[in-house]
């Protein structure tokens, strides 16, 4: 499994395998949540696995 996330002030890439992508947005949004109090949300995670750009 390999691959990179690249963050910037306006936007986040993900490139590698699918379950390497997959593992960072569950991360990211594990992260995410925990700042803002949040419970996990599993449909904002599938929604993101669904807007990924396969390469």
């Given at each position: 499994m390999s691959g990179y996330v690249e963050i910037d002030?306006?936007?986040t890439v993900i490139r590698g395998s699918r379950s390497f992508c997959q593992l960072a947005?569950?991360?990211s949004?594990?992260?995410y949540a925990?700042?803002?109090h949040w419970d996990e949300n599993e449909d904002f995670i599938d929604f993101l696995?669904?807007?990924m750009i396969e390469k």
């Open positions: 002030r306006n936007s947005l569950r991360l949004a594990w992260f925990s700042e803002h696995e669904m807007s």
